[in-house]
Structures are given as C-alpha cells and as structure tokens.
C-alpha cells in the first residue's frame, strides 16, 4: 500500500492472511456435520464444489469480521475526544485491488460450477426410466417393465387373457408405487409429470432437485451411491416436496428405496410388484380395492373413506357414496350410478357436488382401472352390496 | 477560507403554529409530513407482518400443526407476512426516508411534485386496506410469490384482492421514484454536481431508475394473474395454451430488482452513518455512488435464478454467470466501507451500531448469495430454509438494520428530540442476538433437509425450529423497545439542535425540525459531503452551532414542533 510499511504492518498482514485462509480450511472441515448423508453420484460432486464455496466463504467471513470487530475495537473513540478521523478519501491501489480479487475468485467458482453442472446432467449409459407422477400431497412412481425382463419363472400362455393382450401390444407392463425403488449404481432418468399445480421433486440425500411443471415433462438424473459404512439395506432416504402446492405441502413426502444390488432390488422389489401386476384378482371389486389402498392416485388426500382412514375433506365423503349415486346423483344428472361415478373420476367438473368447487384434476386413469374403481365404489353403500 | 459558507439568512425564524398529530392525518404537499407519513404507516404494517411472523415462529415449534387449524391457513400467514413485509413496510419505509431526506439534502424546499408526491402516499393506506381484507374473503395461499396455478386454481377471491393492492402499492412507487429522478436531477444546488451528492442520494437514484423500469413488469404480471383469475383467461394455464413459466419470469423480473429496491436505499443509509459518526470521509466515494448504478443495472440480468430448479436447464447457465458477477459491486461497498470506519473515531452511537449490524449480517447474507447463485448447490437448497435463512439475513440483517440505523440518525432531525440511546443499545443487541439466534440456524434446517413454506416438518429439525422460535421472540421485543423509544423520546428526549451528529450534509444545515419550506434563504452545500478530519469542515460544522445553536437536556412540557409548509 504505502512505500514506508513497517515491518510489523507486514508481519500483520501475513499473520491476518494466515488466520483467514487456515479459519476457512477449518470452517471447511466442519461440513459433513450438518449435511445430510451422500448417497449420489451427483452429490459427492456438488458437496465437494460446496466444500470449496464454504472455505472461501468462511475466509471472507472472517476476513469482514475481523477487519470489523479490529477497527470496533481499535477505533473507538475516548470519551473526551471530540475530534475528526484522518482526512483520507480513499486509496485507488487498494480500490483496484478488491475489486479485482473478488472478480477473479467468482471467475474461477463460476467454471468449477459450470463443469459439475454440466457433469451432473450427463447422459449415463442404459438408464433406467421411471416416470413420476406428482398430484397433491402425493407421489407416484411408475417402471414399464419390458417381456423379457419379467420374472424367470414367468409363463406368458399362463397369464390372463388381458395381461397377454398388453404384452403383445405394448411389450412390457407397468409396475406403479409410492416409492421410489433403485439399487446402487443404477442411472436412474425421472421423468416427471403433475397432475395439478407446480411441485417439486427433492432427495435431500442426492443433492437434486427439479419442479414438476403443468403442459410439461421435466426430467433429472440420479444415480445411487455406496454410502461408507452403511451396511443396512434397503436404505431409505426420504422424499420432499419444495415447492408449496397447498395446505398439506409439508407432508407431501415419500421415500427413495436403495437396494443393495440389482439382484436383491428385483428380489426384494419388483418380481413381487410384476407378479402381482401379472396376476391380478379375478374380482373388479378387490382390483378396485386395492388400487385406491395402494394411494397410486391422489384419491386420499382430498376425500373421506373411513375404511381405509382417509380423511381429506376437500372432495365429498366416498364413505356411502353408491347410495347417493344411486339415488340423489341419478336424479340429477340422468345417469345410472355407475355411469356417474365413472363420469366422476374423467370428468371431474362436469357435475359438481354441491358445496363442493371444481377442484379435482383429470388424473388420466386408464379405463380398465377405472372401472374396477368404479366397480368397488359401487359397493360402498349402507348394506355393503353394489348399489349399482 | 473563502470556501466555507454556511446558509445565509435569519436564524430565528417567524414563529409558526406547532405542527399536531391531526396535521399528519390530513392531505398534505410538504415532503416533511408526507415522509413521516410513509414511515408511520410502514411501521404500522411492520408490527402487522410483525405478528405474523411469530405466529408461524410459534406454530413451528413443534413438527404438528398446533396454533393453526389447517395447513392452508399457515399458507395464508405465511403470504400475508411475505406480501406485508416487502411492500407495506420495507418499500414504503425507504419510500418514507427518501421523501424527508432528498429534498432536505438537496437544499430544496420540498420535492419537485409535491401534489403527485402526496398521492402516491395516499395510495398506500387503501392499498394496504386492500390487502388485509383479502384475509377476510378467501385468503391467499401462494406464498408473496403467487405462482400459479396454486394463486390461480387454489387461492381464494382475495388473491385478487391482494393483486389488485400491490397494484396500488406499485402506482405509489412508480409516481415516487419518478417524483424522486425529477428533483435529484433539476433540483440540486448551484455548486453540487452528481459527485457531490450525499451517497443517500445517489442510492435513491439508482432505487429510483429500478423502480421506474422494473415495477411495470409487476403490474403486467399481476394484470394477467387477476385476468386468469376472474375472467377466464388462460395466460398461465397450459391447459388452453398458457405456460406456468411465463408468471416466472415475469415476476422475477421485477421482483429481483425489487431486492435492490430494498437494499440499496439501505446502503445508502449506511454510506451516511458509517461516515459521520466515525467522523472519517467515505472511502472511495466514486466507487460506492457507481456500485449503487452497477448493482442497479446487473440486477436486470439475474431474475432467473430464482427459476434454477423450474426454468428450461439448457437457459440456466447465464444467470449463474450474472448472478456471480453482481458480488462484485456488492463486495466493493462492503469493504469501502470497513475503508471509512477503519482509523476512524468511531462513536458507538445506536445509529452507529445498527449500521455495523448491518455490515456483519449483510455480508453472511453475500456470502450465501453467491453460494446460491451456483446452480449445482442451488439444486439442492432450492426452495428450503437456507434460502429462507439467506433472504432475511439481506433483508432484515440488511434492510431492516438500516432503517433502525437511519431511524436513529434521523429521529432528531425529524422531532428537534433525541432518542434514548441507553434503550437504543439494549435494542441493539437484542436485535442482533435474537437475528443471529432466529436466522443463522436455518441455513442448517435447509441444507439437511427441511423445505420451507411448510406448517409440518420432520421431528428431526425440531431443535433448529426451536431455536429460531426463540429467536423471534427476542427480535420482536426488541421492535417494540423501537417503537417505545420514539414514543417516548417525542415528549421527554433531550433537545437536539439543529447538527446533533456534527455532519457537513445539509440537511443538517437548518433547525430540527427543519421550518416549512426547509431552509431560510438558498442554502449553500458544503463543497465535500464527507469532508470530516479538515480544518475547513470544523470550521464550519462550528458555525453551523453558531448559528442554529447546539442541543440542551429536555426541558419538561416543550413537544417537538415541527411546522408546517403550506398547502
């Protein structure tokens, strides 16, 4: 700064450097502890970009507030003294130079930054595709499981009619959960769709996250991780919603499930899922059943339904809810019960339930399900048999 | 010696009728009452947001809903405390600083419009009416942000409501920074360039051209939003060929700015208080006046990273790139101004305080802004509690110091009374303690995992919640402490003289409270506004004491009588 430094002004100097830089390796250190565990390929790059931002924020950190707590101290005024600082306006030198060291350190954060979000987006090798589906308060995961790769011991002639009918057409079925399964190592591709307002998908565990967007499909890549010294499988690590979507954001969670391999990942997860999607009851009533229990649609969170304990009370009650379709609703709207019903879940707003607002979405229910959804429904009446 | 000049004319003034609180309930055209107006009001709306902040404090102390009955009613708090805080009270409240003080800076008798400037008071108490009935008749409950289709499909009528009281909100601003370009720009005195002006003022400037430019978009997106609302339209519904993105975009781009709108008028408090009261020049006067325009104009390009985990991947990178450079300007005020205090006498005055409250709360708020402005670490504190942490530690750790701090700089100035600053400390501290206890231990709750806007949470974060409860709690007693101390020192506070902090910028070059119409004669500005530690300054800071005479202990029963200009 000034050509008649003092040696000991020098010597401070270092020794301000020295705490600065050490102060913010330590503050460096001290990250795992308040990190949740790092279970992605994804978030071992972002934790290691943020360990360098923490330790450069630190050394700034401490940089400021020492500088400040310094001059608190060693510029206070005495009590008596009524005079003015040193006339001085600034320093052009000193100007330039944190001006440029700031400039210089966002440059270099700025292409670290570039290269892990570049690499964090990258295409991996046979990725796995699941879609996601999110509706409030509720995710919904889907894995189209293609002809070959169903379980070993799979006879397809054996299988009922319909289920042959989609293999031929389609070549693979459809397998839909509340969680999320994966194993480690596997390079997984959300697709991500809502079927009402914005949410968003978060695993604090990978570090990831994306919005699920109305009139788009938005994806994001994750691929699990070996978390040191976790021997328990399946890991659960939750999931999260962050973007508000109404009264029950806060519980809109669900759970990534991380297997320990792929062969313990189809044992303990999806043969189970695909024989019973292969094998499904003969009864529409009990498909129906089990397709609401299972919560793979929304249907929970805005309606009653004693028998499972829902309690939403957005939508009217589903408890006896044949009875009133079969009486008051067909009187209404011309229509048997089961036709309104059926009306009821894809076209939602065409008759509204009084006092009730056209709140629910069209949540593109395949009509196959949709009528063993009807045909349980139907049976929720006063005397237990299908008032339709 | 030739250059010192203090204002000419007679000191003792006409004796004018004593200004009464009625004469601040009325329609009037002096800048003066029009600025206490604005502050009065804003701190009206402050406690309001002020009790809604500790109602969600209170609900989450437990993972449970418990206070409230239903999430959607948090959703409700939450918005209103939002919406309340940045436009009834943070926006206003510098609106209301601005109006006193640039006028008075300038050596100007009032501001260039002094009609236009009183509507644009008086759209705020209908606007602020507006919003606090939307509770009443459908309350909204998507966050300040209003994204659709939550705001559009989910909220109540008043989500309207409060639309349309934002629109209002932005009217008055607009007619403000306009009336504030005018006068900054035709009204200054003969002798001071742009590069003389008081740094407040500059700040107002560059607020100002935000506004101007900015608010607009505002108003834009909030047409559409009540057009989708309540006449069928479908700019945000993708449904019938709409895009949710579009109300992004659109509103970040005011509403980015609109953090600099915030901040800036804040720093140039700073720039004012740091200077004086350690009685040294601003370091790097040019450096901090083009900063304020630098920020001022980056600001326009970095609206989308509010969008990193929503907008299209592939237009993301710009925005990090923007939002990085943007630290610079930032930093270069952070350390002009540890420049000022740095050999300086400092007083540790209240007003003092809040402003180095200021500097070491900001500059967390920096560090974490630049740590958000990378999107790979973005992704993953999104829309959690950290961001929660990082936008109050800039606007409350940012802002709200600065408008204490200029609260305490100004108050004598505004009444002829001195506040307490035995109480001042006390707030101080509790301020900062309770901030720190409130605030810090968010960035924790985020980054392990608790997303914000949420009434219910995972038992785990139950400890940091509690904290940050505690903490609200101490930061709300001290606001209070505030509010007693300007209550109280209006009747009992010693008087101040007309240059109580001894500082070369006009406004303190007439008595406190200044007469109607500002000045007796034409004012002439000291050549240097942060002239302080020359000969030439004392000499002139002593004959200002000369001339308007210097403060004394209260004397019972004399009220501050501020008077008024006419109508």
């Known amino acids: ?388 | 010696m030739a250059s010192i000049s203090v204002p000419a004319g007679e000191t003792s003034a006409p004796q004018q009728p004593r200004l009464r609180v009625s004469d601040y309930l009325r329609w009037s055209v002096d800048h003066k009452i029009i600025g206490v107006q604005y502050m009065v009001t804003s701190l009206f709306f402050f406690l309001v947001g002020g009790v809604l902040a500790l109602t969600i404090r209170t609900e989450l102390l437990t993972p449970q809903l418990d206070v409230l009955q239903t999430g959607q009613q948090y959703n409700t708090v939450l918005s209103m405390h939002g919406l309340i805080m940045i436009f009834l009270w943070i926006i206003p409240m510098m609106a209301g600083f601005g109006n006193y003080l640039v006028p008075l800076m300038l050596g100007a008798k009032d501001m260039a419009f002094p009609w236009l400037n009183a509507f644009a008071f008086w759209l705020i108490p209908p606007a602020g009416l507006l919003m606090l009935l939307s509770w009443f008749i459908g309350p909204p409950e998507a966050g300040w942000t209003m994204y659709p289709p939550l705001s559009t499909i989910f909220s109540g009528d008043g989500q309207v409501l409060a639309a349309l009281g934002a629109h209002l909100l932005g009217i008055s601003s607009i007619l403000g920074a306009i009336n504030f370009l005018v006068t900054i720009r035709n009204m200054r005195p003969k002798g001071m360039g742009y590069f003389q002006m008081p740094l407040f003022v500059w700040a107002m400037t560059a607020t100002s051209i935000l506004v101007v430019m900015a608010t607009p978009f505002l108003a834009g997106a909030l047409t559409l939003l009540i057009l989708d609302k309540v006449a069928g339209t479908a700019f945000f519904d993708p449904a019938n060929g709409g895009d949710v993105l579009l109300w992004q975009n659109i509103f970040w781009f005011y509403s980015h700015p609109a953090v600099y709108i915030m901040v800036l008028p804040g720093m140039g408090i700073l720039s004012e208080v740091l200077s004086i009261h350690s009685r040294k020049p601003i370091f790097g006067y040019k450096m901090i006046a083009l900063s304020s325009m630098a920020i001022g104009g980056i600001g326009f390009t970095v609206w989308a990273h509010h969008m990193f985990t929503s907008l299209q991947p592939e237009y993301r990178l710009p925005f990090m790139i923007t939002s990085m450079i943007i630290a610079v300007p930032t930093g270069i005020k952070i350390f002009s101004w540890l420049g000022t205090i740095w050999m300086g006498k400092i007083r540790f005055t209240s007003a003092m305080l809040f402003s180095l409250g200021f500097l070491s709360m900001f500059v967390i708020g920096g560090i974490t802004g630049v740590m958000l402005a990378v999107i790979p670490f973005n992704l993953h504190v999104h829309d959690t509690y950290f961001v929660v942490a990082h936008f109050h530690f800039v606007l409350f750790g940012g802002s709200v110091f600065a408008i204490y701090s200029g609260l305490y700089h100004w108050y004598p100035k505004i009444t002829g009374r001195m506040m307490d600053e035995r109480i001042g400390r006390w707030q101080f501290w509790l301020t900062y303690i309770g901030f720190l206890l409130t605030f810090f231990p968010m960035h924790f709750a985020g980054i392990l995992g608790m997303p914000r806007r949420v009434a219910v949470y995972a038992p785990e974060f139950q400890t940091l919640n509690s904290l940050s409860s505690a903490g609200s709690a101490v930061l709300g007693f001290a606001a209070l402490l505030l509010i007693w101390n300007m209550y109280k020192s209006l009747y009992v506070g010693s008087i101040a003289g007309a240059n109580p902090w001894r500082a070369l910028t006009l406004e303190w070059a007439t008595t406190s409270p200044p007469p109607a119409h500002n000045f007796v004669g034409d004012p002439v500005p000291f050549h240097d506004p942060y002239g302080y530690g020359s000969e030439e300054a004392t000499a002139y800071l002593d004959e200002i004491d000369q001339r308007y005479g210097k403060g004394s202990p209260a004397q019972p029963g004399s009220a501050a009588a501020p008077q008024p200009a006419g109508d």
């Open chain 1, 1 to 388: 700064m000034n050509a008649s430094m003092s040696t000991r002004t020098i010597f401070m100097i270092v020794a301000a450097g020295i705490v600065m830089i050490g102060g913010g390796l330590l503050i460096g250190q001290t990250m795992p502890s308040f990190f949740p565990p790092e279970a992605s390929a994804q978030s071992q790059q972002i934790d290691s970009l943020f360990k360098i931002l923490l330790v450069i924020g630190g050394a700034i950190f401490l940089l400021v507030q020492g500088l400040l707590l310094y001059s608190v101290i060693a510029f206070r005024a005495k009590p008596d003294d009524t005079t003015d600082g040193p006339h001085i306006h600034g320093n052009t030198t000193l100007e330039i130079v944190w001006t440029a060291i700031p400039a210089v350190i966002v440059t270099v954060l700025t292409i670290l930054s570039y290269n892990v979000w570049v690499s964090i987006r990258e295409e991996q090798p046979a990725e796995a595709v699941v879609n996601v589906v999110g509706a409030r308060f509720n995710w919904a995961f889907t894995y189209t499981v293609p002809t070959d790769e169903l379980p070993a011991d799979t006879v397809v002639s054996e299988l009922p009619q319909t289920i042959q009918d989609k293999l031929n057409q389609d070549g693979a079925v459809q397998v839909a959960t509340n969680e999320l399964h994966t194993y480690v190592g596997q390079s997984l591709k959300l697709e991500m769709e809502t079927r009402d307002v914005i949410h968003s998908f978060w695993v604090p565990a990978f570090r990831m996250k994306q919005d699920l967007l109305p009139g788009r499909v938005t994806e994001i890549r994750l691929t699990p991780v070996e978390v040191p010294g976790n021997t328990d499988y399946p890991v659960r690590y939750p999931i999260r919603c962050a973007e508000l979507c109404g009264g029950n954001h806060g519980a809109m969670v669900s759970w990534v499930v991380v297997h320990k391999d792929e062969a313990a990942y189809k044992s303990e997860f999806l043969n189970t899922e695909v024989s019973q999607v292969l094998h499904p009851p003969e009864d529409p009533v009990l498909r129906g059943r089990q397709l609401l229990e299972s919560q793979q649609y929304p249907c929970f969170t805005c309606h009653v339904l004693s028998e499972f304990g829902w309690v939403g009370d957005v939508g009217p009650s589903l408890d006896g809810v044949a009875d009133r379709a079969a009486a008051a609703r067909a009187q209404a709207t011309g229509l048997s019960a089961a036709e309104y019903l059926l009306q009821s879940i894809h076209e939602p707003n065409v008759f509204l339930v009084p006092g009730y607002g056209p709140l629910m979405p069209n949540l593109n229910i395949p009509d196959d399900q949709a009528a063993d959804i009807v045909a349980f429904l139907c049976t929720l009446s006063v005397s237990g048999e299908s008032a339709c």
